[in-house]
């Protein structure tokens, strides 16, 4: 009885809770051009940027930096002990993320690359961005040898809260470890839904929803967008198909 009490217990708040969170909205602003190429943002005087250590994927030419914001203590500013990763890390830890695999999560700005027989770093991505996460594509380096990256970024201070964070629309970005091919594959201020990779066809396919209504919500009355992109073309063309 105690159990069965509990489990009710639990899903009324699971219930409760997800009826209750915020849906993602959009704020326009009169020039959404400008908005998208550089979020109008506060500086936040309580992170500092810091780099990780590199970040090598086996069989590839290039080791990667990941660059990345962390929280001070306010208390302890002073001491480097009292930093805690930005976001949701681990209170006391200076990280700014955690690679898993072929993947790396965490608070980042920016990304360069160094070929493991040079000093030279190289840019990837980088300016007034939030990069959630970057996955090396290691099956299509296996088909293709093309060594390229595929990023969740949010470039938009899509809500107009004067951040970028994980409120605002994530799109995302293919780059190569050469530096010479940096691609954003999902249009401004539509909402990415989710993304597949193909090793049989080295295609990417991804879904987004735009806001047709421009009511500034996702919901059933507006427009699905259907994508993929060929990486064995070099023009690495986006093409949009159509399901209905």
């Known amino acids: 009885m105690k159990n069965t009490l509990c489990l009710l217990i639990f899903s009324l708040l699971f219930i409760f809770s997800c009826e209750n969170r915020p849906k993602k909205k959009?704020?326009?602003?009169?020039?959404?051009?400008?908005?998208?190429?550089?979020?109008?943002?506060?500086?936040?005087?309580?992170?500092?940027?810091?780099?990780?250590?590199?970040?090598?994927?086996?069989?590839?030419?290039?080791?990667?930096?990941?660059?990345?914001?962390i929280n001070i203590n306010k208390k302890e500013s002073s001491s480097y002990s009292k930093i805690s990763r930005s976001e949701s890390g681990d209170s006391?830890?200076?990280?700014?993320?955690?690679?898993?695999?072929?993947?790396?999560?965490?608070?980042?700005?920016?990304?360069?690359?160094?070929?493991?027989?040079?000093?030279?770093?190289?840019s990837l991505i980088e300016g007034n961005l939030y990069i959630r996460?970057?996955?090396?594509?290691?099956?299509?380096?296996?088909?293709?040898?093309?060594?390229?990256?595929?990023?969740?970024?949010?470039?938009?201070d899509t809500n107009n809260d004067k951040k970028l964070n994980h409120e605002d629309l994530t799109s995302?970005?293919?780059?190569?470890?050469?530096?010479?091919?940096?691609?954003?594959?999902?249009?401004d201020f539509h909402?990415?839904?989710?993304?597949?990779?193909?090793?049989?066809?080295?295609?990417?396919?991804?879904?987004?929803?735009e806001d047709a209504d421009r009511n500034g919500e996702f919901n059933h009355k507006d427009k699905a967008h259907y994508y993929f992109i060929d990486l064995d073309d070099n023009e690495l063309k986006i093409s949009e198909y159509n399901l209905f």
């Open 26 to 69: 959009l704020v326009y602003a009169e020039d959404e051009i400008a908005t998208a190429t550089e979020a109008n943002t506060e500086t936040d005087t309580t992170v500092m940027l810091v780099g990780d250590l590199p970040v090598f994927f086996d069989s590839t030419h290039y080791l990667i930096f990941p660059v990345g914001k």
């Open 92 to 122: 006391g830890s200076a990280s700014i993320g955690y690679l898993r695999g072929d993947s790396y999560s965490g608070n980042l700005t920016s990304l360069y690359s160094q070929q493991v027989d040079s000093t030279e770093l190289i």
């Open 133 to 156: 996460y970057f996955q090396f594509l290691e099956n299509v380096r296996r088909n293709t040898d093309k060594e390229m990256l595929l990023l969740s970024v949010v470039d938009t």
């Open 172 to 187: 995302l970005y293919l780059a190569s470890l050469d530096g010479k091919i940096l691609k954003k594959l999902t249009v």
């Open 191 to 209: 909402l990415l839904k989710d993304w597949r990779i193909y090793a049989v066809n080295n295609r990417i396919y991804f879904n987004t929803m």
